[in-house]
């Protein structure tokens, strides 16, 4: 993890945000990365952070699944992961049930992680989740410290699950560790938690370089329509409360890493435009044109960045072997 112009210890951090369907956009300019650098997208990063729709990618790429898998993964298992349900729920939809069962999106998921569990991985990751049963933000970590004990057992099914169980469109989850809904409450932009972690576990009381990779999902305002009435309960706030709160916190956290990061910081994400705006709105949205803008806008987002002087160093990195201290792939005798 040593900087390749400076003595200084360099640490990587990859955050991708969440945004439902929209992290095909993710998903495109990962498949562009990987496919000019020639290796695991992981191989270049220390840590990996991801929430919601994010967190699926992050453990996708920590798994070392080929980012082009993964694209494909939410372009084809699009329309089986956001499975409307059948008509006579769909009435009760916003009343009494998620807009969407978690049958589908469990499926896809059991297909492509099996049975691996968070031990498994041979790079770090952070996945930001809600335990509903504590009413706490809760941080699903590889075994990369001491004190991260029981983590290392929880399937990454049962992890991905439980950070996308998104409030409206899909049920809380139950597992061995309690119910959980998804990390976009405490974190859809995960990059100020991989910071604190390498501050905190990974280099504490030390001098180094930190650097963040975030990537968005294509941004897309919360804002109120000046003519709307203010007095507005459970049903008129609907879905646009949960993209409000992720909204507001993608450009607060954008505002904090650029402040402590400064040139250390390169966020990749695109505004969108008001003739597309319709076709990304929505979380759940898999027609052809969300298809299609957020494919286009991805590989466009990609080619920018890689000609950004900012790209450069995570180019150039490559990590070295983490440190586990339980599990499968522990490799240290400290306690």
């Not at 993710?26 to 997208?41: H, N």
């Not at 191989?43 to 991801?50: A, E, N, P, Q, R």
């Not at 991260?148 to 409030?167: G, H, I, K, Q, W």
Request: proline share 4%; net charge neutral.
């Amino acid at each position: 993890m040593t900087d390749e112009t400076h003595d200084l210890p360099t640490f990587h951090v990859l955050a991708l945000s969440g945004g439902g369907y929209r992290a095909l956009y993710t998903a495109t300019i990962l498949k562009e990365f990987e496919q000019v650098l020639g290796r695991p997208i992981a191989s270049h990063f220390d840590l990996i952070c991801g929430t919601s729709a994010g967190g699926l990618l992050a453990l996708g790429l920590a798994s070392e699944i080929p980012a082009s898998e993964l694209k494909s993964l939410f372009e084809d298992q699009g329309p089986k992961i956001f499975n409307t349900r059948n008509f006579a729920r769909r009435r009760l939809g916003s009343l009494s049930r998620a807009k969407h069962s978690n049958a589908g999106l469990r499926s896809v998921l059991e297909e492509r992680f099996g049975t691996t569990t968070m031990g498994d991985l041979k790079h770090r990751v952070l996945i930001p989740a809600v335990n509903y049963t504590t009413g706490r933000g809760q941080f699903f970590k590889t075994p990369h410290h001491p004190t991260f004990e029981m983590d290392y057992r929880m399937s990454l099914v049962n992890v991905a699950l439980a950070t996308s169980a998104a409030p409206v469109y899909f049920p809380s989850v139950r597992n061995e560790r309690g119910v959980f809904v998804d990390g976009g409450l405490v974190g859809n932009a995960p990059g100020l938690f991989g910071l604190h972690e390498v501050r905190t576990f990974l280099a504490p009381k030390q001098d180094v370089r930190i650097r963040v990779l975030a990537i968005g999902t294509m941004t897309v305002g919360a804002t109120v329509s000046g003519g709307r009435d203010l007095d507005q309960g459970i049903i008129g706030w609907g879905s646009s409360l949960f993209d409000l709160v992720i909204s507001a916190q993608e450009s607060s956290v954008d505002y904090m890493l650029a402040q402590s990061l400064g040139d250390c910081y390169l966020k990749i994400d695109d505004q969108v435009t008001p003739q597309q705006s319709g076709d990304v709105k929505a979380l759940d949205d898999v027609s052809e044109a969300s298809t299609n803008t957020l494919r286009d806008r991805g590989a466009a987002a990609a080619q920018r960045a890689l000609g950004d002087s900012r790209f450069k160093p995570f180019r150039l990195h490559h990590a070295a072997r983490p440190t586990f201290y339980h599990g499968p792939n522990k490799n240290s005798e400290d306690l």
